[in-house]
């Protein structure tokens, strides 16, 4: 069955650091990948979604993930992040043998110190 | 558009209690699924539903029981609800496939006591 690893539960940084939330699932065929983000209080909305073509993704907000399909990884990234990207991160997979389940990892709780 | 709307947005149950958690979009979405989401554990499917009258079965299914009658509808039966059914429940819809962008709801939170 396929799953969803992102292993840092919890990161904290300064205002303008660079970030780099980890993302890697188990399926060896053909997969969707998502980035999903829960500020506080609010829904879950859609940061970015690779389908396929280009491995490198540019999502809302400064935020971009590549693909790296040796690696079965999908890494968040932002080069200088805000005090407002506080929040909850979540990647998800969908892969193409369930082509009706996303599978959601646990989450990473991002802190920004002012 | 009201988009994804779910009631009530928090309840408290006695152990063995039914309930329905409702769910309902207004955009005409054809895929819709319930999730739980318990701290540590990000977010699981329990059911999930490519259109009116047809659902099948998540991660969690246990305990949880869905119908399809419309397009607009989803809602989740708790059977006999048991404390390990304590989390928050989020509704989400796409329109047509789980390749399109998911619209999720505010959640219910929901306590077994």
């Known amino acids: 069955a396929q799953s969803v690893s992102q292993h840092n539960h919890h990161v904290i940084l300064s205002e303008a650091a660079s970030l780099e939330l980890g993302c890697n699932y188990s399926?060896?065929?053909?997969?969707?990948l998502f980035w999903y983000v829960q500020y506080p209080g609010q829904h879950l909305q859609l940061l970015l979604k690779?389908?396929?073509?280009?491995?490198l993704v540019k999502g809302i907000k400064g935020f971009e993930a590549e693909f790296i399909k040796s690696k079965f990884s999908f890494n968040l990234r932002k080069p200088s992040v805000q005090w407002s990207d506080t929040a909850e991160y979540f990647c998800?997979?969908?892969?193409?043998?369930?082509?009706?389940?996303?599978?959601f990892g646990s989450g990473t709780r991002l802190s920004i110190r002012p | 558009n009201a988009g994804v709307t779910q009631t009530p947005k928090f309840q408290v149950l006695k152990t063995g209690q039914s309930m329905t958690l409702q769910c309902a979009q207004d955009?005409?979405?054809?895929?819709m699924s319930w999730y739980r989401q318990d701290p540590g554990m990000g977010l699981r499917l329990i059911h999930y539903?490519?259109?009116?009258?047809?659902?099948d079965q998540g991660e969690v299914p246990n305990g949880y029981n869905v119908s399809r009658s419309t397009t607009e509808d989803f809602p989740l039966r708790l059977l006999s609800a048991a404390p390990s059914q304590t989390s928050v429940y989020f509704c989400?819809?796409?329109?047509?496939?789980?390749?399109?962008?998911?619209?999720f709801g505010p959640g219910t939170r929901l306590l077994v006591l």
């Open positions: 989400a819809s796409s329109r047509s496939t789980t390749l399109e962008t998911q619209y």
């Open positions: 399926y060896g065929g053909t997969v969707n």
């Open positions: 690779y389908f396929s073509g280009d491995p």
């Open positions: 998800a997979v969908n892969a193409y043998s369930s082509a009706s389940k996303i599978i």
């Open positions: 955009m005409n979405h054809e895929y």
């Open positions: 539903s490519v259109g009116a009258g047809i659902t």
